[in-house]
T-cell receptor
Framework: GENVGLHLPTLSVQEGDSAVIKCTYS??????FPWYKQELGKRPQLIID?????GEKKDQRIAVTLNKTAKHFSLHITETQPEDSAVYFC???????????FGQGTELSVKP | DTAVSQTPKYLVTQMGNDKSIKCEQN?????MYWYKQDSKKFLKIMFS???????INETVPNRFSPKSPDKAHLNLHINSLELGDSAVYFC????????????????FGPGTRLTVL
């Protein structure tokens, strides 16, 4: 089955810097890769996603890149702000009835 | 209007009790899910229903029984609660099962924090 791994449990950056969170997956059949943001005590919320037929997707300060050969995908946040502080989860789906396999989460801390 | 809602928000109960958590979505989605988030924040899928039909049933003790009376509702009943069941339970929904179409974004409910004493 699919295995999704996050490289960093925590990441601390200064406000205005960029943050990159990398995620690996094991199942080459995976075709959908969302990133979720979860603030303390709140629900996970989708911030960006990418499908396997695309290498990169951008939405304002947020981008996701996918490397299918190496089986990893990364979340890029530019010009970080304190409100970007949260836990970020990557996930992968191989179209098995909608099963999303989540990585363990990276806690991003943006220091003013 | 809340898209995916859950009740109750908090549930504190004794070991051995039976409890239910309810979920409703008003997005017109066909697929609904239950996830468990443990104390280390790890999110793990438990069940998925598509049009009231069970399509994912992960390795979950059979004390957990989901029920979907219609495609807008997915409830979770837990029998004989144990200490290890303490967690936050999230309901989610998507138009199609994730990975199958372009409208497969999963929207999460606010969560139910279950504490078993």
């Amino acid at each position: 089955g699919e295995n999704v791994g996050l490289h960093l449990p925590t990441l601390s950056v200064q406000e205005g810097d960029s943050a990159v969170i990398k995620c690996t997956y094991s199942d080459s059949a995976s075709n959908y890769f969302p990133w979720y943001k979860q603030e303390l005590g709140k629900r996970p919320q989708l911030i960006i996603d990418i499908r396997s037929n695309v290498g990169e997707k951008k939405d304002q300060r947020i981008a996701v890149t996918l490397n299918k050969t190496a089986k990893h995908f990364s979340l890029h946040i530019t010009e970080t702000q304190p409100e970007d502080s949260a836990v970020y989860f990557c996930a992968a789906s191989a179209n098995q009835g909608g099963k999303l396999i989540f990585g363990q989460g990276t806690e991003l801390s943006v220091k003013p | 209007d809340t898209a995916v809602s859950q009740t109750p928000k908090y549930l504190v109960t004794q070991m051995g009790n039976d409890k239910s958590i309810k979920c409703e979505q008003n997005l017109g989605h066909d697929t609904m899910y239950w996830y468990k988030q443990d104390s280390k924040k790890f999110l793990k899928i438990m069940f998925s229903y598509n049009n009231k039909e069970l399509i994912i049933n992960e390795t979950v003790p059979n004390r957990f029984s989901p029920k979907s009376p219609d495609k807008a509702h997915l409830n979770l009943h837990i029998n004989s609660l144990e200490l290890g069941d303490s967690a936050v339970y999230f309901c989610a929904s998507s138009q199609e099962p994730s990975g199958s179409a372009f409208t497969d974004t999963q929207y999460f409910g606010p969560g139910t924090r279950l504490t078993v004493l």
